[in-house]
């Protein structure tokens, strides 16, 4: 039976799902042994039923990076963090570095809409439409909110990082990294 | 006339001449034990932690242990590498470490002792996130004290071999850090050529040369394809030209 | 009080001098040089600490390293009266808090902070030494004990209108506390008097007399025989320390006696220093004859300054008295003097090499060793470094014999011991008795029926639980430097565990990793456990990160300090259960999405569409 995948980018660039791409003509066998659930690759934007796999890119920065992942957590068996953003943060988490004042997001959303002479906003307002989910009080990496079973370092993580995990977890082997496949970079 | 000695290294007999640490004696023989804060050419200091063995059953720091004859000493066991990998990510987890962005990923070497241990799993340790100060005032020369990792490798250069004492720990405990002879590094005379500024003395990006960023294309690093160990060192002079 | 004049920027300069100057311009006398400017000055700013360096030929960022080591230094000017509130567990539990509260409101003063017309500082400090008549605070160098709401704001009203802290004494405590260079409100709160130490009619110099008359080989072998081992608390066999002191090869050695009595709940070394001071002195002189050293140096914990000016008196009674200088007791060839160096506010100076890296001039960092002390300690010669209890006992053992000294006690730890008692009983204070008594005994002693638990050692002992209360004070079963804390039931442990972490890691020197990194991270998950943020995995998380602490750190402040936190995992487990949250979901219960939007809310002035429940209705 094929293994079923979910995919999702939180706090993160897309990135991470670009480098799935960068597995290039092995993409075909591995739509041999798995079906995409829920993922932006499809645009199935709710899980359809519980996965084996989930990948998911980015941490966590507002609310409904929050609510997605603990979704991600309810409905896959594995759930695999991947990217240098869902295993410490990555770029985003430079905003906790201002973490320290005593009103930090305000400090946080100020210099990025307002106090800042590179900003181009003539309405000088910070957005705040219904819409938009809450921030976080700062970034949380995936294991600091929910049960992590795998990281994938990398920023992103070659196609054949990738590529070799998944082939490993689709086997039933355990993932150990070959030393020039691991990289934090 | 140095008494000459042995000892084992994880099974391993290793020749000592006594007076000898167990990190030269290794060295030595070929045998690497893990390191940071210690480094060829300066007087070991026994901070970093990360080349703790056991010597006879008893945890010490091979960089400042003297061998002793025929004595046993754990190395790369399995128990021994754990602590190393939870040294490594306190490392981590206490400065900000921003791989991606850091100019000295691909010749760092808290970065390569994190893929020689092969930390990738994640831990409960908290990120720290320390708000700490980029010193850019010098010319030549900017620190991002976020990555300081408290090594001390500059420290006793600059006061060892420079001879000038530009940088000294300030502060205690987490809130310990490098200091230097001034207000900012502009007012000190400290210069490029200093051992102290050498792309080998600092492990991390702490120190970084300015212009010097991002010299080798990523594939081409210190450890893109070698695991840290002895006679791969932190950064090819020539390469950094 | 005549208001002081403050100095100018030329006068200070001079100042400067005149100190560096009266140290001879030597770096090794770095921590004198700063005590002296920080007592006269308030403060060591960046323009002194250049001063300095440029006198004693050195660069401004190690006196930088110097000043900010040490907590009694201060990088800016601080107030001309430094209040500092005793912050220890026991201090906290009598109320030490609402006193510092109560200092910050009537002084205008923030805690950690100055008040703005530059007249006061206050902070908390660790631990003053004074558990046994708690809360007590240190104001300049005058101590005051059992402090009350009422009493403080007394003490605040004098003080603004004028008064000298050393004015502020009332009644002077028995014994030499009320000695005219002492005059102090302490209690000396001895409680049980034993055969060694604190009986009466210990004869003056009778120790030394009788020492002098046998030869240092001698002397080792009485010393052996009396089975005596250090009495701070690692218990390391003091006969086989001085023995590789004499036995190294050396132009010169030192001896060294540790009065930095730091370890929370400990007291004993003030009521020797105070009572026995001569006995000290002895048993060092003593150690000087057995090793052949002709400097030796008292280590006086900043928080004890009070009593210097005695000490250098009893100092300088001996000088004349021929029994410390030249020619000791008319012995041709037997030169010893003493000198006294004051501490800054360091717990970590209490460890023997980071004690002798102080008295360097140096940031009270622990050396590697080896090589050890007795090899290569104080300026690099060989070094006896002990406690202040272990060189009285010594100086008994030489009057009284080794087997007189080993009849009490185990057999493995011999002789008696002063225990400082402080916490949830009626008598709190010194008792001394001999090793191997029972902490039930003990308890029954200090009348402390309602006790839950005892913390045996300090923080970086063990707290045991009520069905352990049989087990023995001895380095057999359970050691001790002498601090025993009771905590009655109605104390809540984790608390208690929390608040040594937080001393941990503030004590911590951060030389190394796992110390400097590893508590900062024990505390934060303790936090969270008293929040009941914690699954049970988190156990196996603390015990697993103590573990490394105490493997990889260099030096017994990070051995130690896991302590708190694996010894009530393991005696209290019901403590940490009940606080535990099963996590089968897969969530970590550590994350709290509630506070993580609080301030979210707040700014967007809306609440959350996913996490607050009744949004719609709103």
């Known amino acids: 039976m094929k293994k079923r995948i979910a995919t999702v980018s939180l706090a993160g660039c897309f990135g991470c799902h670009m480098a799935l791409l960068d597995i290039d003509e092995r993409l075909l066998d ?110 949380y990496t995936l294991a600091e909110v929910v049960k992590v079973d795998y990281q994938i370092p990398g920023c992103p993580p070659s196609g054949d990082t990738l590529w070799y995990t998944l082939s490993a977890l689709l086997a039933g082997k355990p993932v150990e990294l070959p030393y020039e496949l691991l990289r934090y970079d | 006339m140095s008494k000459e000695f042995t000892f084992e290294i994880d099974g391993r007999l290793v020749k000592a001449v006594q007076g000898d640490t167990i990190m030269q004696a290794a060295d030595a023989a070929g045998v690497y034990i893990p390191r940071l804060c210690d480094t060829e050419g300066l007087e070991p200091q026994g901070s970093c932690r990360v080349c703790v063995v056991k010597q006879n059953g008893r945890s010490v720091s091979a960089c400042t242990q003297p061998a002793i004859a025929d004595s046993k000493v754990e190395n790369e066991t399995e128990e021994i590498q754990g602590y190393r990998r939870n040294l490594v990510r306190m490392l981590y987890h206490e400065g900000n470490h921003l791989c991606p962005i850091c100019e000295a990923s691909g010749r760092c070497e808290l970065q390569a002792m994190g893929y020689r241990l092969g930390i990738t799993q994640a831990t409960k340790y908290p990120y720290l996130q320390p708000v700490r100060p980029v010193d850019a005032s010098h010319p030549d020369i900017v620190l991002d004290t976020n990555r300081c990792i408290f090594c001390g490798r500059c420290i006793r250069a600059s006061r060892d071999i420079d001879g000038k004492h530009v940088f000294e720990y300030v502060g205690r405990g987490i809130h310990k850090r490098v200091g230097v002879n001034g207000d900012r590094l502009a007012q000190t005379n400290v210069e490029l050529t200093d051992r102290a500024i050498d792309l080998a003395t600092c492990p991390v990006g702490c120190i970084i040369q300015k212009g010097k960023g991002f010299f080798a294309p990523i594939g081409q690093r210190q450890f893109d394809h070698k695991p840290i160990s002895l006679g791969v060192a932190a950064v090819d002079p020539e390469e950094a030209e | 009080m005549a208001v002081k004049q403050p100095m100018n920027d030329q006068e200070r300069v001079a100042f400067i001098d005149q100190v560096c100057r009266r140290y001879q311009f030597d770096r090794s006398r770095l921590m004198d040089i700063l005590l002296d400017i920080q007592a006269e000055l308030n403060g060591i700013e960046a323009p002194l600490m250049e001063a300095v360096a440029q006198r004693l030929s050195i660069t401004r960022v190690e006196v930088e390293g110097m000043v900010s080591f040490y907590a009694f230094f201060s990088a800016h000017r601080q107030g001309e009266i430094v209040i500092r509130v005793s912050n220890d567990i026991v201090d906290r539990h009598a109320g030490a808090e609402e006193v510092a509260r109560i200092f910050s409101e009537e002084l205008q003063t923030p805690i950690g902070g100055d008040s703005e017309d530059g007249r006061f500082s206050l902070e908390f400090i660790p631990f003053l030494g004074m558990s046994d008549q708690a809360p007590a605070a240190m104001i300049g160098a005058t101590i005051l004990t059992r402090l009350t709401p009422e009493k403080v704001r007394t003490i605040c009203a004098r003080l603004k209108s004028g008064v000298a802290p050393s004015d502020l004494i009332e009644h002077y405590g028995d014994g030499n506390n009320a000695h005219p260079l002492v005059c102090a409100e302490v209690e000396n709160g001895i409680r049980q008097r034993g055969d060694v130490l604190l009986c009466e009619g210990i004869v003056d110099g009778a120790a030394l007399d009788s020492a002098l008359r046998r030869t240092p080989d001698d002397l080792l072998a009485e010393l052996s025989e009396s089975g005596l081992t250090g009495r701070g608390g690692a218990g390391f066999p003091t006969a086989r320390k001085w023995r590789v002191a004499a036995d190294t090869a050396a132009e010169r050695r030192y001896v060294v006696c540790n009065a930095d009595e730091g370890e929370p709940g400990t007291f004993k070394d003030r009521v020797l220093l105070t009572e026995r001071a001569d006995l000290m002195v002895e048993g060092m002189t003593i150690a000087a004859y057995v090793i052949g050293a002709e400097a030796g140096i008292i280590y006086l914990r900043g928080e004890y300054a009070y009593l210097r000016a005695y000490l250098e008196d009893v100092l300088r009674q001996r000088r004349e008295r021929g029994l410390l200088g030249e020619t000791i007791a008319g012995r041709e060839g037997f030169d010893f003097d003493i000198r006294i160096q004051l501490g800054a506010g360091a717990y970590i100076c209490g460890e023997e090499s980071a004690l002798l890296s102080s008295c360097e001039g140096l940031r009270g960092e622990p050396k590697n060793r080896p090589p050890f002390p007795v090899e290569s300690g104080y300026l690099g010669y060989p070094t006896v470094v002990d406690n202040v209890e272990t060189f009285c006992c010594a100086a008994r053992i030489m009057e009284l014999g080794g087997a007189w000294f080993g009849g009490f006690g185990t057999g493995r730890t011999t002789g008696t011991k002063l225990f400082s008692v ?69 104390r809540n442990i984790l608390e208690i565990v929390d608040h040594f972490l937080e001393f941990f890691v503030e004590e911590s020197c951060g030389y190394c990793t796992p110390c400097r990194v590893g508590n900062v991270f024990l505390k934060k998950r303790i936090e969270k456990v008293r929040k009941g943020l914690c699954g049970a995995e988190d156990l196996g998380y603390l015990q697993e990160l103590g573990k490394t602490i105490s493997m990889t750190s260099r030096c017994g402040l990070g051995l130690t300090s896991p302590n708190p936190v694996i010894s009530t995992i393991r005696n209290f487990p019901l403590v940490y259960a009940a606080l535990l949250k099963s996590n089968g979901d897969g969530l970590e219960p550590s994350f709290d999405i509630q506070h993580a939007l609080e301030e979210s809310r707040r700014l967007a002035k809306r609440r959350s569409m996913i996490y607050d429940p009744t949004y719609d209705d709103a």
């Open chain 1, 30 to 139: 591995l739509l041999q042994s798995v079906e995409f659930d829920r993922s932006p690759l499809n645009d199935l934007k709710k899980f359809t039923r519980r996965c084996d796999i989930g990948l998911v890119e980015g941490g966590c920065c507002n609310e409904e990076n929050v609510h997605t992942l603990r979704e991600f957590r309810r409905n896959c068996d594995v759930l695999i963090a991947v990217g240098q953003c869902a295993v410490m943060g990555g770029l985003p988490v430079m905003r906790n570095a201002i973490m320290h004042s005593e009103d930090p997001l305000r400090e946080c959303l100020e210099t990025a809409y307002l106090n800042s002479d590179k900003i181009y906003n003539p309405s000088n307002r910070i957005p705040n439409d219904e819409a938009l989910p809450l921030l976080l009080d700062k970034v």
């Open chain 3, 422 to 490: 402080s916490g949830d009983c009626a008598r709190p204070g010194v008792y001394e008795l001999p090793f191997g008594i029972t902490v039930q005994d003990l308890l029954d002693l200090v009348e402390a029926p309602d006790a839950a638990a005892v913390q045996v050692g300090g923080p970086s002992g063990q707290m045991i639980n009520s069905g352990q209360f049989e087990r023995r004070l001895c380095l057999e079963d359970l050691p001790t430097g002498g601090s025993v804390m009771v905590f009655s039931l109605h």
